[in-house]
């Protein structure tokens, strides 16, 4: 039977199981899914969307038309490997959709070092959706989203959106004008004034980082 979709959570013969599908164009993958790195380049030529790990990922988007992607391997975890995220901007087609994971140490510079580098390797993106896992602040959203050019929907999953006093930023290379006049305080400010520095930008949602005891840090 030729499949579009196939969701597999625990496969040991995952292979054999691709091979067979040329038409193929929807591959979610759970952990326990083994081999991929033995597939042929020629395998699921028409793999448009795909979930998964940061290591099945690397072996499944270069050379096939991926178009969307959800990576559930948080960037600048200790599974995190930066030459093998490099290799997911291969894609033989633009990718416009991403879903990602930040592991938040609780330090900005984390969090900004890592939405730079997704737009550094997904120029395209028209659709992102961010797992922050914690704090982010204002300045950060602020600097670094334009560089998604053609960005229509942004959100950001269990986020905290830090309030207290933050310097604006000294990048020349990210610094998009911005002059805080007391702090951005709260997120409809923040995409208020996000939505004036992209252009394209349209929908704009968030849901509250809820922490270790159950309890919403802010709305």
């Not at 326990?32 to 790195?37: G, L, P, S």
């Not at 380049?41 to 028409?46: E, L």
């Not at 290799?87 to 510079?109: A, F, Q, R």
Request: proline share 6%; with cysteine; glycine share 6%.
């Amino acid at each position: 039977m030729s499949l579009k979709r196939l969701h597999l959570w625990q496969c040991e013969k995952l292979v054999e199981v691709l091979r067979d599908q040329p038409e193929l164009e929807e591959l979610r993958l759970g952990r326990n899914c083994f081999c991929v790195e033995l597939l042929e380049n020629t395998d699921v030529p028409k793999l448009r969307s795909l979930s998964s790990g940061l290591k099945d990922a690397a072996y499944l988007v270069p050379g096939r038309p991926i178009e969307r992607l959800e990576l559930d391997t948080p960037f600048s975890s200790q599974n995190f490997n930066l030459r093998l995220f490099q290799k997911l901007s291969l894609s033989t087609k633009p990718i416009t959709y991403v879903s990602v994971t930040i592991y938040n140490s609780w330090e900005d510079g984390v969090v900004r070092a890592a939405i730079r580098a997704f737009a550094g390797n997904w120029p395209d993106t028209e659709r992102l959706r961010i797992n922050v896992d914690g704090p982010i602040t204002g300045q950060t959203i602020l600097d670094e989203i334009p560089a998604f050019q053609s960005i229509r929907e942004l959100g950001f999953v269990s986020a905290s959106l830090t309030t207290a006093e933050e310097p604006a930023s000294t990048n020349p290379v990210h610094n998009y004008g911005i002059v805080q006049r007391g702090y951005l305080k709260d997120w409809e400010q923040i995409f208020s004034h996000l939505k004036e520095l992209c252009p394209t930008l349209v929908k704009t949602w968030h849901t509250p980082y809820i922490g270790a005891y159950g309890r919403g840090w802010d709305s």
